[in-house]
């Protein structure tokens, strides 16, 4: 990575991750994405910044397009950027800039008329139909250099442009580079300039790397080079390297798609080097696939269904080595299995950041498993402008998490000091989906469950985390938590004490609110963290407490008894 200085936005190594640095201090990003083309408009964004603040949020994720700002090659216009820049700067929100350069969803309809309609210069990739029949894509061809520099010469651009207006300020604290990269309809571009690439020899660098790097590979990777391990070959055209497949024609994308989009980032952070990723389209058919949708819907199954050659996890190994100017590869997540993909995206110690989920109350509930679990930087909702304060979800989520951030970031720190978690409504037949979590702390364990009541458990989310010792922070609701000694000689572990906590208004650290007991621990069972509406299921005495700070603190014990104590 290269040199920057510490007064702009950067990230900064920490323990199995990194942390975003803002104005010199670790920033947990409580972010959310604008509907596609929100931010071409500053006219109308400022008929959004306040809600996006009545929602918590506290960074706003929006594109900055190529054909808003190079209408006419070689003339820039940066007005309504900048008109952007202002209004979020007036309201104390932080900006991620989306390029949408050469690429937006697998598609090139965000590149200007003049490279649209100029097929000469900037040629398209084709599609192999049936019948030998080529199809002309609505997306330009990774393999003519004419697309990227010119792209690469505009993002230039638009990063010494951010650097004037904004480096004293830090509104903008990092960039997107393209948008949900890859071929769409086709595993592989079938025209004749890469058609001669394919029948070329693999660059050996490639192979190399795949070669030395084969015991840290993504698991998911090596999945789809066992054809490339049982030949052994370091030489030869693709289809010779890794076999004649689908999963082949993804491998030689993704490759020239990570050059192309290296060569742009390279050029981008010369002249400001902010934080710089790329965003994935996941493949919604694949083993953590977790929805009932067609797939024509979200896009899955062949490389080609969902867009080939972007970072999906069996090529992210391809991507992390050959875009080094990108710090991160970034997922996101709207149909898989939320926690498996943040585990996934999390290979080689690289940091989680969800630039788009789900912006219903399943996925703010799943913020805090990103958060807590995976050390996250941001989990981001999309479409946020469609919704009001009053309706979001995340203002409920975000409120919570924007009290507490300082306490967060500190545990992230400590990677081992914390666990996120979330209770999703149970089953229409009461059956529950969502598992305990279990994890151990020191000399404890705890077991998470929902919260107790005596009609329906409602959904919840938190964190727990461990402040040392025997003692404990709990922040969220909807569950409960229940400790146990891992001394062998444990004969009880009880609750020594357990504290309702509030954040200061003025010293942003935690006082006591009320000292808890009784019926709140479930006479000294366990821990609990109630919604705010529990079900009494019509039973009269409401012995579960609705939730008010949903911050507590406890502290357990251990009795070790001999047998002439009993």
């Not at 090659?73 to 950027?81: A, C, I, N, Q, T």
């Not at 040629?123 to 990227?148: M, N, Q, Y």
């Not at 990063?159 to 592989?188: C, F, P, W, Y």
């Not at 795949?210 to 289809?239: I, M, R, Y």
Request: with cysteine; hydrophobic share 40%.
């Amino acid at each position: 990575m290269a040199n920057h200085s510490k007064s702009i936005p950067h990230l900064e190594k920490i323990e199995k991750s990194q942390q975003l640095i803002v104005n010199g201090k670790p920033f947990l990003m409580l972010g959310a994405e604008l509907q596609n083309s929100s931010m071409t408009s500053a006219a109308y964004m400022n008929t959004v910044w306040k809600k996006l603040v009545g929602m918590n949020i506290n960074t706003v994720l929006g594109c900055v397009t190529w054909e808003d700002i190079e209408p006419v090659e070689g003339k820039f216009d940066f007005s309504e950027l900048d008109g952007v820049i202002e209004g979020a700067r007036a309201n104390n929100l932080h900006l991620v800039l989306l390029w949408f350069g050469s690429f937006k969803n697998g598609l090139s309809t965000y590149c200007p008329s003049w490279v649209k309609t100029n097929i000469k210069r900037f040629p398209r990739a084709h599609l192999r139909k049936a019948g030998g029949v080529l199809e002309t894509a609505d997306v330009v061809s990774i393999f003519h250099k004419e697309v990227r520099d010119a792209d690469a010469r505009a993002f230039t651009n638009l990063m010494r442009h951010v650097k004037k207006v904004d480096e004293a300020h830090s509104t903008v604290v990092m960039v997107q580079v393209e948008n949900e990269i890859g071929l769409l309809g086709d595993s592989r571009d079938g025209s004749s300039t890469a058609d001669k690439l394919f029948a070329g020899p693999v660059p050996a660098a490639l192979i190399e790397h795949l070669s030395s790097k084969w015991d840290t590979l993504h698991a998911d990777l090596k999945a789809n080079l066992q054809v490339f391990k049982g030949l052994g070959k370091t030489s030869g055209t693709w289809e010779e390297v890794f076999g004649a497949s689908k999963k082949t024609d993804e491998l030689f994308m993704a490759y020239h798609y990570a050059v192309y989009v290296d060569k742009v980032a390279a050029a981008g952070k010369k002249e400001y080097p902010l934080p710089l990723y790329t965003n994935v389209w996941q493949n919604y058919v694949g083993s953590d696939g977790e929805n009932g949708f067609p797939v024509i819907v979200g896009g899955g199954g062949d490389p080609g269904d969902y867009p080939s050659g972007g970072g999906v996890t069996n090529v992210l190994d391809i991507w992390n080595a050959f875009a080094p100017n990108l710090d991160f590869i970034a997922p996101d997540i709207y149909l898989n299995d939320y926690s498996s993909s943040c585990a996934k995206y999390r290979h080689l110690d690289q940091p989680l950041f969800i630039p788009e989920q789900r912006r219903d109350e399943y996925g703010a509930r799943r913020i805090w498993k990103a958060f807590g679990s995976y050390q996250a930087i941001c989990a981001s909702p999309f479409g946020i402008d469609t919704l009001e304060p009053e309706t979001s979800p995340f203002t409920r989520h975000y409120g919570l998490l924007s009290s507490v951030k300082d306490i967060v970031l500190d545990a992230q720190r400590k990677p081992e000091s914390m666990v996120g978690f979330f209770f999703d409504e149970l089953f229409e037949d009461g059956r529950d989906p969502s598992p305990a979590t279990v994890a151990r702390f020191g000399n404890f364990e705890v077991t998470i469950n929902r919260c107790f009541v005596f009609g329906k458990p409602g959904p919840g989310a938190g964190l727990l985390i461990h402040q040392g010792g025997a003692k404990f922070l709990l922040i969220g609701w909807g569950f409960q938590a229940e400790f146990k000694s891992l001394s062998p000689k444990s004969t009880f572990t009880g609750i020594l004490n357990f504290t309702e906590k509030m954040v200061h208004s003025e010293t942003g650290k935690l006082v006591t609110a009320r000292k808890l007991n009784g019926d709140e621990t479930r006479s000294g069972k366990l821990c609990m963290m109630p919604n705010e509406e529990p079900d009494y299921g019509g039973f009269p005495i409401c012995v579960t407490i609705p939730a008010r700070t949903m911050i507590a603190e406890c502290e357990v014990y251990s009795l070790e008894e001999e047998s002439s104590d009993r």
